[in-house]
């Protein structure tokens, strides 16, 4: 018993850097779908993040499906993958009605001006 308290803080670091590698690809990917959405106005900039998630499913399949199986792999990457979806539609939408406003408002601007 001694022993296995001894190795715990090991363990627990352990444990806080595979969360932290597993969890990276989430913040990345979220945070560049983020900034793409808004940002950008061409519409194949926003599946730069999809892409690079693909190739991430790629390294996967060569790297982890043989010690890891199938399952546990393919159940990251469509979590991935909806929270991609997730992040554009919502801001997305968000966006389009902000910049419908901003045209209505622009609009009703230049109809008071007599232009």
Known sequence: ??????????LAVYGAAAIFVLSLPFWVGGLLQLVLTVFCRKKPVYAIPAVLGVAGVIASAVK?????????????????FVELLLIFLVVYNIKRAVLGLIAKK??????????
């Open 64 to 80: 982890l499906v043989p010690s890891v199986g199938v399952g546990p792999v393919a159940v990251y990457w469509l979590l991935y």
């Open 106 to 115: 622009k609009a009703s601007t230049d109809a008071k001006n007599g232009g």
């Open 1 to 10: 018993m001694f022993h296995l308290l001894l190795a715990a803080p090991v």
